[in-house]
C-alpha cells in the first residue's frame, strides 16, 4: 500500500530520517472527484417505484457522483419479526423504517451514510444491529455504529473510480446510555454509537452571575474548597459570565483526542476523507453553530478531513471554505417523510395521549407542531416551511482542491397532506432565490461568497485559493 511505500520523492509531510510519513493529509483523488451531501435521511418507505412529482430530478444529481452521503436518521426493520422493543431513552420520536428503504437508496445513489445520531438506538441494540445488516446487504458503507467504541468510531471506506474515501461518523446529541464504549480489563466493551461529549454552560451577564452565586452560597451541601470563581454550579447547570447570553460548549477531550486519531487514522488509508458530525446545539431553533464548531471543524481539516459535513437541527447553517476544503455546518432535511409506525407507548405518554383512541400519525404530528413537552411548556416544533426547505451539496475537485461548490435547492412538500410530504423536489423561482439568499446571509460571517446562477447557488475556487 502507498501508506507503506519508502520512496524518498517530493512528499508534504516528512519524518526527517529518510522515509515518508503516514501521515499526508492532502487530498489525493482523480481530477472530476465528485462529493454528493445531503442532511438528514427520515424516510419511512421505499420512493423509487411511487408517483412523486420532481423526485427524478433529484435521483440523477444524487447518481452522478463518486461518493453520495447523506446522515441515516432512522432505523431500517421488519417490526412483524422484529425481536427488540422501543427504548425508554429514545431521540424524541422513534423514527422506524422498512427494510426495502435499503435497497431503494442504494438505488438512488447513496453509497456511504453516516449512523451516530440521536435515534441510532431508539429501538435498541436489535434496531442498530439491523439497519447496520441490511444497510451492508445494500452495499451501502456505513460509519458511527458499532459493538465497541473503536468499531463505532473507526473509518470505514468507500472505493471508487476516481479515489478511495473514508467516513468517520460521530455526534454531539445523544441519549446517555446510546454512547459506546471499548473493553476495561474482564469488562466488556458496550455497543453503540460514537460520540462526542460536550459540557454545556449557559452565557449570562456579570451582575446576574454574581445573584447565582449568592444563591448557591445559601444552600447547603456546597464544597467552598472546589468553586471556580468564574463560573457558577447551580442545581445540574453551569453558568459562565459573557457579553452575549446564550450557551457555551466545550468538547470532552478525551473524545476529541479520540476522533482526531480516527480521522488521521481514516486519511492515512484513503484518498479523501468526510467527516460527519450530528449536532442539534444550542437547539433547532438556532441557524448558527454551536460555539465550538468552528474551531473544531478546522481541526478536523488541519488532521486530514476533505470535508466536514454537518446536520441535526433539521434547518440549514452556513458554509465555510477552510483550506481549500468545505465545511458544511448543517444541510438540514433531505427526506423528511415522517410516516413513523408503529409509534412506542412512551412517546403517546409524553404527549398525554391514549394509543387506544389515538394514532401514530396524530402523535406525530402533534410532535411536529407542538414540539417537545417541558415543564414550561413545548419547546422545538418543526412543523414550519424552513425545516421543508434545504439544498443539495455538490462539490467538484480537481488538481485535488476544491474547485466549485454547487448548491442545488430543494424543498420537501410542506404544503402536502401528510402521507406524501416530505420528499425532495428541485424548486426553481422565488422559493429558491429565497433559500439560496438565507444561505448567503448565513454563511457570510464565515467569508463565504455565494453566487446565484439560474437558481442555483456556487461557491467557486481559484487555483492555488483556499477561499
Known amino acids: ?101 435499503g435497497p431503494d437508496l442504494k438505488a438512488m445513489g447513496f453509497n456511504i451514510m453516516g449512523r451516530a445520531n440521536n435515534h441510532t438506538l431508539d429501538w435498541g441494540l436489535e434496531g442498530m444491529r439491523e439497519t447496520g445488516r441490511i444497510l451492508d446487504e445494500s452495499g451501502i458503507i456505513h460509519a458511527g455504529a458499532g459493538e465497541s467504541l473503536a468499531e463505532a468510531g473507526a473509518a470505514r471506506f468507500l472505493e471508487t473510480a476516481r479515489g478511495r474515501v473514508a467516513l468517520v461518523s460521530f455526534t454531539t446529541s445523544f441519549t446517555p446510555m446510546s454512547r459506546a464504549c471499548d473493553p476495561a480489563g474482564e469488562a466488556p466493551g458496550r455497543p453503540g454509537l460514537y460520540a462526542l461529549r460536550l459540557a454545556q454552560s449557559v452565557v449570562i451577564p456579570p451582575a446576574m452571575l454574581e445573584n447565582l452565586r449568592q444563591v448557591r452560597d445559601i444552600l447547603p451541601g456546597d464544597n467552598p474548597g472546589h468553586r471556580d470563581p468564574n463560573r457558577v454550579a447551580l442545581a445540574g447547570v453551569t453558568f459562565k459570565a459573557g457579553a452575549k447570553a446564550g450557551w457555551s460548549y466545550e468538547p470532552d477531550a478525551g473524545d476529541l483526542a479520540d476522533i482526531l486519531r480516527n480521522v488521521r487514522r481514516g486519511k492515512q488509508f484513503s484518498d479523501f476523507c468526510i467527516v460527519t458530525n450530528h449536532c442539534h446545539e444550542p437547539g433547532n431553533w438556532s441557524q448558527e453553530p454551536a460555539d465550538y464548531e468552528q474551531s473544531f471543524a478546522r481541526k478536523m481539516i488541519d488532521v486530514g478531513a476533505d470535508a466536514y459535513v454537518g446536520h441535526g437541527p433539521h434547518q440549514l447553517r452556513g458554509i465555510e471554505i477552510y483550506k481549500g476544503r468545505p465545511i458544511l455546518y448543517s444541510l438540514g432535511n433531505f427526506f423528511y417523510d415522517d410516516l413513523r409506525t408503529p409509534v412506542g407507548a412512551d412517546m403517546f405518554a409524553l404527549y398525554g395521549k391514549d394509543p387506544r383512541t389515538v394514532t401514530d400519525a396524530e402523535v406525530t404530528v402533534d410532535e411536529e407542531t407542538k414540539g417537545y413537552p417541558t415543564a414550561d411548556g413545548f419547546v422545538g416544533a418543526l412543523a414550519s416551511p424552513i425545516f421543508y426547505e434545504s439544498v443539495i451539496a455538490v462539490s467538484r475537485f480537481e488538481q485535488n482542491r476544491l474547485a466549485e461548490l454547487r448548491l442545488y435547492p430543494i424543498e420537501l412538500g410542506f404544503a402536502k397532506r401528510f402521507a406524501n410530504r416530505g420528499i425532495p423536489r428541485l424548486i426553481t423561482g422565488p422559493q429558491a432565490k429565497a433559500i439560496l439568499e438565507r444561505l448567503q446571509n448565513l454563511s457570510e460571517p464565515f467569508g463565504t461568497q455565494i453566487a446565484i446562477e439560474n437558481d442555483v447557488g456556487v461557491i467557486r475556487l481559484k487555483p492555488g485559493s483556499s477561499l
Open 1 to 101: 500500500m502507498e501508506e507503506n511505500s519508502h520512496d524518498t520523492g517530493s512528499h508534504p509531510a516528512r519524518r526527517g530520517d529518510g522515509y515518508d510519513t503516514v501521515g499526508s493529509i492532502e487530498t489525493n483523488v482523480a481530477d472530476g472527484f465528485t462529493m454528493v451531501a445531503v442532511g438528514d435521511l427520515i424516510v419511512a418507505r421505499p420512493l423509487m417505484s411511487g408517483r412523486h412529482p420532481g423526485f427524478g430530478d433529484v435521483v440523477e444529481v444524487l447518481r452522478n457522483a463518486d461518493a453520495t452521503f447523506g446522515n441515516m436518521e432512522t432505523l431500517l426493520f421488519d417490526i412483524r419479526s422484529f425481536k427488540g422493543s422501543p427504548q425508554a431513552e429514545y431521540g424524541g420520536a422513534y423514527h422506524i423504517s422498512l427494510p426495502e428503504v
